[in-house]
């Protein structure tokens, strides 16, 4: 899959091309091609410490990609000069340990992005957020801190957060994992009415059963490349590979 | 010296606690004096040292990665940090008794500017200061969850805009107790500023001494004053720490705080960011 050029993706929100990615001489992510078009839902699962996290991380450059190309609408975000965080603004992304602003409350942690990034106004900005906040159940909570919510309330938070910005498409890092068990359907009920509702996402997840479900396309991640990528039915059904056989046969069983 | 002393003490006819009380009555306003000018001094250079070192800490951490920062400004970075280094190196690794001889009869010298003792002091106490805050300011950064400053570049937020709406709230809460320790510091530390003859209370107190040549009761009462400073700031300090924690608990929205309430509503107050 290396070497070769790979073909532009028509409207693909954002795309990335042999991304490669080394922690000093350790390379985890090993040219990875990936693309994802206005409405789709795509989950990337695989085995923990396959890349994963540090895949998402580039794409909105939380981690800065060490060679190979990420491209919005057909730009690409790491050319010099580049406007990083405008690109970052119209990326949301939902963290597994949530990161709500501590010294904000639920609403302000929702308003700040809008108008330190996106240049709303704050009565928009307030607008908006408790109408995003009010989608996630979570309007009743505006003045609360982060240290006051549950698990599963702060991570509806920081979708409602991500949301608030109007992002083109949202990135979940493994957004259930560090819930305790009777929350997770809380949040994956949130995503699930998201992903009805047409928005584009792609998840980093180990909810196989979440991901079958809402996914239009799955992504399977196996030390630092995509071994395997297709329709959610087909991958969970009959992977071609042996190597997502077995990985998945491992969930089945535990 | 010693004859000198006693046949002052015999000349007033006093006891100890005579003396005291004489000094007392006689000399307050001169204590007084030493009281403003020491808290004045340790108050406005706490606070000047404060802001200096939320400068210092936040230049300090302005990232300077090649994908962050063009050429020129990763030069002007490096350049400016290693100045920055060098003042808190250089502040924090002298005394300020010495610091303090130094800028006074410096300035004086190098540029002919003569400083009154007050402003003299006041400067070495901010900038001494300011040295010692930056390195706490930095901790205090440095201790922030990086999942903070994430989530701020997640929704495109810039460092600056990072740092004042996210990091520094939690940062400066965070270094509160060791501010008030900085404070409380410098009112004990301003008395070294007697060697420019700044009239802080030490100073105030050595010249009642050098009046009356009666050390033991001046010096007791001018360390029961200092006492009674640093105790009484430490109190109110921590009661400043335990209201800043502020409440414990939120209300829920209910049909009576309506959307509409809550867009009217004051909140945190963010500015816009002008371009
Ligand atoms: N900042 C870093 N410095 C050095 N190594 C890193 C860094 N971040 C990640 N790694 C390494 O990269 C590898 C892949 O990590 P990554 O977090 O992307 O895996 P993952 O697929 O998300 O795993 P998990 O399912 O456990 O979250 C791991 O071996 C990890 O130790
Ligand atoms: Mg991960």
């Given at each position: 899959?290396?070497?070769?050029?790979?073909?532009?993706?028509?409207?693909?929100?954002?795309?990335?091309?042999?991304?490669?990615?080394?922690?000093?001489?350790?390379?985890?992510?090993?040219?990875?091609?990936?693309?994802?078009?206005?409405?789709?839902?795509?989950?990337?699962?695989?085995?923990?410490?396959?890349?994963?996290?540090?895949?998402?991380?580039?794409?909105?450059?939380?981690?800065?990609?060490?060679?190979?190309?990420?491209?919005?609408?057909?730009?690409?975000?790491?050319?010099?000069?580049?406007?990083?965080?405008?690109?970052?603004?119209?990326?949301?992304?939902?963290?597994?340990?949530?990161?709500?602003?501590?010294?904000?409350?639920?609403?302000?942690?929702?308003?700040?992005?809008?108008?330190?990034?996106?240049?709303?106004?704050?009565?928009?900005?307030?607008?908006?957020?408790?109408?995003?906040?009010?989608?996630?159940?979570?309007?009743?909570?505006?003045?609360?801190?982060?240290?006051?919510?549950?698990?599963?309330?702060?991570?509806?938070?920081?979708?409602?957060?991500?949301?608030?910005?109007?992002?083109?498409?949202?990135?979940?890092?493994?957004?259930?994992?560090?819930?305790?068990?009777?929350?997770?359907?809380?949040?994956?009920?949130?995503?699930?009415?998201?992903?009805?509702?047409?928005?584009?996402?792609?998840?980093?997840?180990?909810?196989?059963?979440?991901?079958?479900?809402?996914?239009?396309?799955?992504?399977?991640?196996?030390?630092?490349?995509?071994?395997?990528?297709?329709?959610?039915?087909?991958?969970?059904?009959?992977?071609?590979?042996?190597?997502?056989?077995?990985?998945?046969?491992?969930?089945?069983?535990? | 010296m010693t004859t000198a002393l006693l046949a002052a003490a015999e000349a007033g006819g006093r006891n100890f606690w005579e003396w005291v009380a004489h000094v007392v009555q006689d000399y307050w306003p001169w204590l007084l004096k030493g009281v403003g000018v020491t808290m004045f001094l340790?108050?406005?250079?706490?606070?000047?040292?404060?802001?200096?070192?939320?400068?210092?800490?936040?230049?300090?951490?302005?990232?300077?990665?090649?994908?962050?920062?063009?050429?020129?400004?990763?030069?002007?970075?490096?350049?400016?940090?290693?100045?920055?280094?060098?003042?808190?190196?250089?502040?924090?690794?002298?005394?300020?008794?010495?610091?303090?001889?130094?800028?006074?009869?410096?300035?004086?010298?190098?540029?002919?500017?003569?400083?009154?003792?007050?402003?003299?002091?006041?400067?070495?106490?901010?900038?001494?200061?300011?040295?010692?805050?930056?390195?706490?300011?930095?901790?205090?950064?440095?201790?922030?969850?990086?999942?903070?400053?994430?989530?701020?570049?997640?929704?495109?937020?810039?460092?600056?805009?990072?740092?004042?709406?996210?990091?520094?709230?939690?940062?400066?809460?965070?270094?509160?107790?060791?501010?008030?320790?900085?404070?409380?510091?410098?009112i004990k530390?301003t008395s070294?500023l007697m060697?420019?003859g700044t009239s802080e209370l030490f100073f105030q107190g050595k010249t009642i001494d050098g009046i009356l040549y009666q050390t033991f009761p001046v010096y007791l009462l001018v360390a029961a004053i200092y006492l009674v400073l640093t105790f009484t700031?430490?109190?109110?300090?921590?009661?400043?720490?335990?209201?800043?924690?502020?409440?414990?608990?939120?209300?829920?929205?209910?049909?009576?705080?309506?959307?509409?309430?809550?867009?009217?509503?004051?909140?945190?107050?963010?500015?816009?960011?002008?371009?």
């Open positions: 899959m290396a070497g070769e050029p790979a073909e532009a993706t028509p409207d693909a929100i954002v795309e990335t091309r042999d991304l490669r990615k080394s922690f000093g001489s350790n390379e985890i992510l090993k040219g990875i091609d990936f693309a994802v078009r206005p409405g789709q839902v795509v989950s990337v699962i695989g085995a923990s410490g396959s890349g994963k996290s540090t895949f998402l991380r580039c794409v909105n450059l939380l981690e800065w990609p060490s060679s190979g190309q990420v491209l919005y609408h057909g730009e690409d975000v790491l050319a010099r000069g580049y406007d990083v965080n405008r690109f970052r603004a119209r990326l949301g992304m939902v963290f597994q340990q949530f990161n709500l602003f501590n010294n904000l409350n639920v609403l302000d942690n929702c308003v700040i992005g809008q108008v330190r990034a996106a240049g709303r106004s704050k009565p928009e900005a307030r607008r908006r957020a408790l109408e995003f906040l009010a989608k996630v159940g979570m309007d009743p909570y505006v003045d609360a801190k982060p240290a006051q919510l549950s698990g599963g309330q702060k991570q509806r938070v920081a979708i409602a957060r991500a949301l608030s910005m109007g992002p083109e498409a949202l990135l979940f890092d493994e957004p259930t994992s560090a819930l305790d068990p009777e929350m997770v359907g809380e949040v994956l009920a949130v995503m699930g009415e998201l992903a009805a509702s047409g928005l584009t996402m792609v998840i980093v997840t180990h909810e196989m059963a979440f991901a079958r479900d809402v996914s239009d396309r799955v992504a399977f991640m196996d030390g630092g490349v995509i071994a395997e990528e297709g329709p959610a039915a087909q991958i969970f059904a009959e992977p071609a590979k042996a190597r997502t056989r077995e990985f998945l046969a491992r969930f089945h069983a535990g | 340790a108050l406005t250079g706490t606070l000047v040292g404060v802001a200096l070192g939320l400068g210092v800490g936040v230049v300090r951490t302005i990232p300077s990665d090649k994908h962050s920062a063009g050429p020129v400004r990763r030069v002007v970075l490096k350049a400016v940090n290693i100045l920055l280094a060098i003042y808190v190196e250089v502040f924090r690794g002298t005394p300020m008794m010495v610091q303090a001889m130094v800028v006074y009869f410096g300035l004086g010298m190098a540029f002919q500017i003569r400083l009154d003792v007050v402003t003299a002091g006041l400067l070495v106490v901010s900038i001494n200061t300011g040295a010692y805050m930056a390195e706490i300011v930095r901790g205090g950064i440095q201790s922030i969850d990086r999942g903070q400053f994430e989530a701020a570049k997640a929704v495109g937020m810039n460092h600056w805009d990072t740092m004042r709406g996210v990091i520094l709230p939690q940062a400066i809460r965070n270094i509160l107790p060791a501010t008030g320790n900085e404070f409380v510091i410098n530390d070294v060697v420019i700031t430490t109190r109110l300090l921590r009661l400043l720490e335990r209201h800043l924690e502020g409440p414990a608990n939120f209300t829920l929205a209910t049909s009576s705080t309506t959307p509409e309430s809550i867009l009217m509503a004051g909140g945190e107050n963010y500015g816009r960011r002008t371009r």
